[in-house]
């Protein structure tokens, strides 16, 4: 079994997403600014350490049940190579269980990792990374904007997972506004009804539709292209203080959703302008509801996805 080698040393940049932008649910992800970075170096010493520097240094192991570690393991014995001692120092920007696709960049990011440090004629493109994060993911929609960055919309199929980018237009500007909670995806999906009635799902799509066409060319229909009647009401009771920003932003005229499973809330803004409003409009909501705290982002949208550097 051929062995990977030793001393070796990359970095891999992923970007912070938010899926579902509204109607789009498992469907739509947008790449956000914010970005996670790995430096992964191979030694000859066996073993697996793991430093973390922000977002969860305090809580996440740091050897080889690690995510990122274990999943580099894992990737590298399926494809059949022996590893190597692992030393890996992870700068962890975007917040956990915060609707950002913190899992979603981690698995992006371990799996390019893998794919990086094996021989060059082993190694796979941005595809065999996309399908395998998302069998993991269980769906594509904060993977594949991780994996592609822009604006992705994805679907699923029995043979596999596909994406496209779709068109942004240059005046979409994200605000996303942070709590100081936290909501697992699981719990989330587990308010979801197992049905909805037709009108909705025909009313869902149409909004989806129209939500495409105003972020590709008309900024000003983003207020009803961002309504959504799939998900977002039925999580409502679980993410109460999300649920209030989101009906006043909605109601000052900003085009705010859940971002993800949430809490976090994503406006998608009409330009600069439209997105320092929106700021002041979450920071004016904030100082009237102490109760929760949000840390709040003007964000852009790189039109490129992970990205690996041999160091």
């Known amino acids: 079994m051929p062995q990977i080698q030793a001393g070796q040393s990359i970095a891999v940049h992923v ?3 938010s899926a579902n932008l509204g109607p789009g649910f498992d469907v739509l992800g947008l790449a956000l600014s914010v970005c996670d970075t790995l430096v992964v170096h191979t030694q000859a010493e066996s073993g697996v350490s793991v430093s973390i520097t922000g977002e969860g240094a305090e809580t996440l192991p740091t050897d080889e049940t690690h995510l990122i570690a274990k999943t580099i393991l894992e990737r590298w ?3 059949g190579f022996e590893p190597c001692g692992l030393r890996i120092e992870a700068t962890n ?3 956990h269980g915060r609707g950002m696709g913190s899992s979603a960049a981690a698995m992006v990011s371990a799996l390019a990792a893998a794919n990086a440090l094996l021989p060059a004629d082993a190694q796979s493109g941005a595809e065999e990374i996309f399908q395998a994060a998302s069998r993991w993911e269980g769906h594509p929609d904060n993977v594949a904007p991780a994996v592609y960055g822009g604006l ?5 199929t029995d043979a596999g997972f596909g994406t496209l980018q779709g068109v942004l237009h240059s005046d979409i500007v ?4 942070i709590p100081d909670i936290e909501l697992s995806t699981a719990a989330a999906r587990g308010l979801l009804p197992e049905s909805v009635p037709h009108a909705l799902a025909a009313a869902n799509g149409g909004r989806v539709g129209l ?8 900024p000003a229909a983003l ?3 961002t309504e959504d009647f799939l998900h977002q009401g039925f999580r409502a009771p679980a993410m109460e203080q999300s649920a209030g920003l989101i009906a006043h932003l909605r109601s000052a005229g900003h085009a705010a959703v859940v971002s993800g499973a949430g809490p976090t809330v994503l406006v998608l803004s009409n330009g600069q302008d439209g997105a320092q409003a929106a700021a002041a409009a979450i920071s004016g909501y904030a100082a009237r509801h102490a109760e929760t705290t949000w840390r709040v982002r003007i964000e852009s ?4 996805g992970v990205r690996v550097e041999v160091l």
């Open 15 to 17: 970007p912070a997403t």
């Open 77 to 79: 014995a399926e494809l």
């Open 93 to 95: 920007n975007i917040p």
């Open 152 to 156: 992705t919309l994805s679907w699923t």
């Open 174 to 177: 994200p605000v996303i506004a």
């Open 211 to 218: 939500l495409i066409h105003a972020l590709a060319h008309e």
């Open 223 to 225: 207020m009803v292209g």
């Open 301 to 304: 949208v790189p039109p490129t």
